[in-house]
């Protein structure tokens, strides 16, 4: 494993050019160039063929000028490499658009005019040459970017110093002014090319047999899941490789961004992708996920699948799930299984009804039937190390039983005990024989 404090310094493809550092200089006056021809002509459409269309008319009058002077003139390479550039300026997001196309790229942290650090997953991470020559020139950046969010111009500014947003490729990005944190600071974290099923979660390590086999059988008794671990544990890869299973059914998704991509993914079920949208830079237009909730259940679902639940959205699923929706599903961030109660309370009081604690532990020994909880060991590998049913609650507490447990440095997991109750008649409905179950 790369330590995070000696991490390796490789070349970038932008420092392939014989005068890198002249080229993008030279590339940020063309933008400005094309970007003020742009506004110039505002009834006519922004579109990459017509931005080359200038780009490789002020390249033309460059080498001419050149010609005229008699000096020497781009080669082949560099006038390609600086038309690139240009366009990636100006359509894109400039040089971060070369760290997003380097494949197994997983997320990209920026920090000001610092240099880069490219994350791969795995442990795995590389320093890359810094995308922007000021902290100044990184938040212009931002702006322009947010500028052309897909879902509508977003600000990002004193005023509205923290930015999150989708890009063009579903990436997700998110941003914060100075002022908030000590320099600007940007991550983008990428969603894969290509979706993980179960059994390459198996292959991987993630899951053994035993909890393989306890999950699928979970989702076909259409028990309500939640999946718990820390940030980046794989929480969504899991939920994604779970619903990859499912044939033909109408599968609601509510997010704040796209990441769970069903609705390009999974051909075979009716998909509707919602998404949640903050306020306009009027402050207003906002919808929630918690208003994403109750509209999904008007829309016959046969499963509300939430894929974070952090706040007052809680409520409103938990609702679902005891309504009849059963085989909704979600994930929150939790250090264990048993954690997951505590933050299920904690959201469900900062929601408007602001629910006790005994009438939340109601509600979720109602509507929960599994946690699965999600943990990293310290090479960066994800571990499913604890799958728990609910029982039921008394008083403030919500009752539940470890089915399954499994430490991160070991193979394999052990089981704890057979599932009873509810829980376990749904999961031998199923099919579920739990071998090995005491």
Known sequence: MTATNDIPRLPSPREAGADEVSLRATAVALAVRVTEQLITTPGEAVDEDRVAQLVNRLLEERARTALIQGT??????????????????????????????EPDVENIHVIGSDPVIVDFGGGRREHRSAVADTDADLVALVQRVAARAPGGERRFDVAAPILSMELEDGSRLSAVMPGIAARPTVTIRRHPTHHLRLKDLARSGMVDQTARELLTAALRARANLIISGATNAGKTTLLRALLSLLDGERVITIEDSLELGLHRHLTDA?????????????GVGEVTLAELVRAALRMCPDRVIVGETRGPETLALLNAMSMGTDGSMSTIHASSSQQVFTKLAAYCAQAPERLTPSATASLVGTAVH???????????????TSIREVVGSEGEQVISNELYVRAVDEPVGTVACAPSGSVGQRLLRAGFMGRGWV
Request: avoid cysteine.
């Open 370 to 384: 599994l946690v699965a909880h999600i943990d990293t060991t310290p090479a960066g590998e994800r571990v499913v």
């Open 270 to 282: 009716d998909v509707v992708a919602l998404q949640g949208r903050p306020a306009n830079i009027e």
């Open 72 to 101: 020497a003139g781009l080669t082949p390479a560099d006038e390609a490499r600086l038309r690139q550039l240009v366009l990636d300026h100006v359509l894109g997001l400039g040089p971060l658009e070369e760290l997003l196309a």
